[in-house]
């Protein structure tokens, strides 16, 4: 019986084979074997690739130099035939003295920008037309209107010549601040037109009318002020919208 069993045991160890099982593979393993096909596939392509279509034609570049971003989309756009040309310098726009000695000594200018050059022999030579000029911030286009007020206001006549409307208080102020540096020299009366203080509204009834040769305000105080017969129109030369757009879409 013992010989028996020794050999059944035997003979039971000898036919079960212990099963590996197949080690589980992570969710991470399988992700990189896949990205390792990718990989060899983009190689095999990248092998395949004529590098010499990617060469850079030298003679196709239309610029070698990179305008500012600022002034990269500017241009002048006219119907027919016009007689302006663009200024290189301020002095080619014919300024007077005063005007040239706040544009060097006040605002610290060297030449005319972009903007400046092309619109600003527009807004000063006869025949005077209007004008849309867009660019970015930046550019110079306050000093495009404020210098073209300027240089249009006849000194001796002490009467709104020139009107700038601005959609906020805070822009009429420092359109004003620019004004005042750029015509320090000039003599030119000015005024700020913007709202006063809350209760104080009747204030402008009492004023005596407006005899400033350049007014700067926003659209309600300007309506206010001629709806009281406190701002002449008859004398006016120029008027500019400041950032025309934001008070289109109110």
Same mark, same amino acid.
């Given at each position: 019986? *013992?010989?028996?069993?020794?050999?059944?045991? *035997?003979?039971?160890?000898?036919?079960?084979?212990?099963? #590996?099982?197949?080690?589980? @593979?992570?969710?991470?393993?399988?992700?990189?074997?896949?990205?390792?096909?990718?990989?060899? $596939?983009?190689?095999?392509?990248? =092998?395949?690739?004529?590098?010499? *279509?990617?060469? +850079?034609?030298?003679?196709? &570049? %239309?610029?070698?130099?990179?305008?500012?971003?600022?002034?990269?989309?500017?241009?002048?756009?006219?119907?027919?035939?016009?007689? !302006?040309?663009?200024?290189?310098?301020?002095?080619? /726009?014919?300024? =007077?003295?005063? /005007?040239?000695?706040?544009? !060097? #000594?006040?605002?610290?200018?060297?030449?005319?920008? &972009?903007?400046?050059?092309?619109? /600003?022999?527009?807004?000063?030579?006869?025949?005077? &037309?209007? /004008?849309?000029?867009?660019?970015?911030?930046?550019?110079?286009?306050?000093?495009?209107?404020?210098?073209?007020?300027?240089?249009?206001?006849?000194?001796?006549?002490?009467?709104?010549? *020139?009107?700038? +409307?601005?959609?906020?208080?805070?822009?009429?102020?420092?359109?004003?601040?620019?004004?005042? &540096?750029?015509?320090?020299?000039?003599?030119? =009366?000015?005024?700020?037109? %913007?709202?006063?203080? $809350?209760?104080?509204?009747? @204030?402008?009834?009492?004023?005596?009318?407006?005899?400033?040769?350049? #007014? +700067?305000?926003?659209?309600?105080?300007?309506?206010?002020?001629?709806?009281?017969?406190?701002?002449? #129109?008859?004398?006016?030369?120029?008027?500019?919208?400041?950032?025309?757009?934001?008070?289109?879409?109110?």
């Amino acid at each position: 019986m *013992a010989d028996v069993t020794e050999t059944t045991g *035997a003979s039971t160890s000898e036919d079960k084979q212990p099963v #590996v099982p197949e080690p589980k @593979r992570l969710w991470s393993e399988e992700v990189e074997d896949e990205e390792a096909q990718q990989s060899t $596939s983009e190689e095999k392509a990248v =092998s395949e690739l004529n590098v010499d *279509a990617l060469a +850079i034609d030298e003679n196709k &570049k %239309v610029n070698k130099f990179l305008d500012e971003p600022e002034d990269s989309r500017i241009q002048a756009v006219t119907t027919g035939d016009t007689p !302006y040309t663009s200024a290189s310098t301020f002095e080619d /726009l014919n300024l =007077s003295p005063e /005007l040239l000695k706040g544009l !060097y #000594v006040e605002m610290k200018f060297h030449k005319p920008s &972009k903007i400046q050059a092309i619109s /600003l022999p527009m807004i000063m030579t006869p025949p005077y &037309k209007d /004008l849309i000029a867009q660019a970015h911030n930046g550019s110079g286009k306050t000093t495009c209107f404020v210098l073209g007020m300027l240089s249009r206001v006849d000194p001796k006549l002490q009467r709104p010549q *020139a009107l700038c +409307i601005c959609p906020t208080r805070e822009l009429s102020i420092q359109n004003m601040e620019v004004l005042l &540096k750029m015509g320090k020299y000039t003599g030119i =009366s000015s005024e700020c037109a %913007v709202p006063i203080e $809350s209760g104080n509204n009747d @204030r402008s009834r009492s004023r005596p009318p407006i005899s400033a040769q350049v #007014v +700067i305000g926003t659209p309600g105080t300007i309506k206010r002020l001629m709806s009281q017969k406190k701002l002449g #129109v008859a004398d006016m030369k120029v008027l500019v919208f400041d950032e025309a757009d934001h008070m289109l879409a109110k």
